[in-house]
């Protein structure tokens, strides 16, 4: 029973270009969250997803940011026009219902030059 | 929206020393779950609790929920240098993580 799956784990984007995270839920899991991690800080909620439908995005930037949860496909959190203070690691984590503990993927970490 | 606190931010233990780290809300919570990060790592499931007073424990690891239910703490008897990484709690719907404490354990 595969874990979270997250991809890539490394990806490098200049100033300007779009950046596009892939995060694959547990099997079973409906419920899917991203977090945004700066070294040595905690983890920042950005956004929280069930099967196409965005429920709190509250943690995440107005601008440039967006995420989605297709009913076929990984959850995707698409960076536009990325800057350097994008450069993060950014984790995906998922859950069977909402109060249950959460999964974590690996992580894709996130350099912009 | 919700703050959860951590405190401390830091620790460092001799190994063999106990650890506590602190987990405050400013509102109430249904439940607080308690995940561990490795240097590099990503986080991992410790625990949940639920009820009011609750108390768990796991091996040398002993959680505590708050009566209030706006308070926890993670104890850790007799550190082992793989205890070492960063104990974050979370609480409402898991959105909002704690700050989070760094252990290091010196061997």
């Known amino acids: 029973n595969a874990g979270v799956m997250q991809n890539p784990r490394h990806l490098v984007r200049r100033r300007g270009q779009e950046a596009r995270l892939r995060c694959s839920p547990m099997?079973?899991?409906?419920?899917v969250y991203w977090y945004r991690q700066l070294p040595e800080e905690g983890l920042k909620f950005m956004v929280y997803?069930?099967?196409?439908?965005?429920?709190?995005e509250s943690g995440m930037p107005k601008e440039r940011f967006s995420a989605e949860f297709p009913k076929e496909g990984p959850s995707i959190l698409r960076i536009q026009q990325v800057v350097r203070g994008d450069s993060a690691a950014y984790f995906c984590?998922?859950?069977?219902?909402?109060?249950?503990?959460?999964?974590f993927g690996s992580g894709t970490q996130l350099s912009v030059l | 929206g919700q703050q959860v606190m951590q405190i401390p931010q830091y620790q460092h233990v001799q190994e063999g020393e106990d650890f506590t780290t602190y987990c405050n809300s400013s509102?109430?919570?249904?439940?607080i779950q308690w995940y561990k990060q490795r240097p590099g790592g990503h986080p991992v499931f410790l625990i949940q609790?639920?009820?009011?007073?609750e108390v768990k424990k796991q091996k040398r690891l002993t959680f505590q929920f708050g009566e209030a239910k706006k308070n926890s703490s993670l104890h850790i008897t007799a550190t082992q240098t793989t205890d070492v990484g960063t104990y974050f709690c979370?609480?409402?719907?898991?959105?909002?993580f704690g700050t989070g404490t760094s252990l290091t354990v010196i061997p």
């Open positions: 509102t109430t919570l249904s439940n």
């Open positions: 099997k079973g899991h409906s419920h």
């Open positions: 997803l069930q099967k196409e439908n965005i429920i709190d």
């Open positions: 984590a998922s859950s069977r219902r909402t109060d249950e503990k959460l999964f």
């Open positions: 609790l639920v009820k009011s007073g």
């Open positions: 979370a609480g409402a719907n898991q959105f909002y």
